[in-house]
Every structure is written in C-alpha cells, then in structure tokens.
Nanobody, 120 residues
Framework: QVQLVESGGGLVQAGGSLRLSCATS????????LGWFRQAPGQEREFVAA?????????AYADSVKGRFTVSIDLAKSTAFLQMNGLKSEDTAVYYC????????????WGQGTQVTVSS
C-alpha cells in the first residue's frame, strides 16, 4: 500500500504560481512513477504530468502545461512536486497526485486531491 499526501493548492491570480507537493512512503518511492492529474467541474479527469521516482529527468507533460509546469522530486523526502507557473483560469481544477509501479500502465494509488483556483 502506498499512501500519498498532497498539499499546496489554493487561490491565485492569473499569471501567478503555485507548487503542489505529494509525499509518499520512503521504502517505495524510487520504484514508483508519480503522476499529476486534474479534474475541473463537469469534466473528465485529465493527465497533467508524470515523473519517475528515480530521476526527475524522466518526466512527461500534457501539451496544455508544457513550458509552464515542471515536475521534480526530492529523494530525501520521498516527495514529488508540481511547480505551476503562468497559471491560467483554465488550470482551475482539483489536482490529484497518483502513483504506480514503474512497470505498470495504470495508476493504482491516489491522493486526496487539492483545489487549485485561478482567478482572472
């Protein structure tokens, strides 16, 4: 079982920045892929970004956030981060951290979600 604890959401003006954190259990962090997803009201959950628990150089982004969002990891803290810059109103959503074994295709564990609201 992998527990994910998210933090860092909030209200920000358009053009501003927020950083989301996703803390996991240390024993399994390097075996995982950490993903970020978001769900806006009335819309389906969508992929935002992902990063390997071994190295932040192994990462992927949705086209809608490329160049604005950056994922990183802190191995000492077994924590993944999503730095969000240049926020737009369309980024408003509940953001979820998720994790899966690196060899698996589907995310198995999910955080509780954190609200990000961007005011225009």
């Amino acid at each position: 079982q992998v527990q994910l604890v998210e933090s860092g959401g909030g209200l920000v003006q358009a053009g501003g920045s927020l950083r989301l954190s996703c803390a996991t259990s240390r024993r399994t962090f390097t075996l995982l892929t950490l993903g970020w997803f978001r769900q806006a009201p009335g819309q389906e959950r969508e992929f935002v970004a992902a990063v390997s628990g071994r190295s932040a150089s192994a990462s992927a982004y949705a086209d809608s956030v490329k160049g604005r969002f950056t994922v990183s990891i802190d191995l000492a803290k077994s924590t993944a981060f999503l730095q969000m810059n240049g926020l737009k109103s369309e980024d408003t959503a509940v953001y979820y951290c998720a994790a899966k074994r690196a060899s698996e295709s589907s995310y198995e564990w999910w955080g509780q979600g954190t609200q990000v609201t961007v005011s225009s």
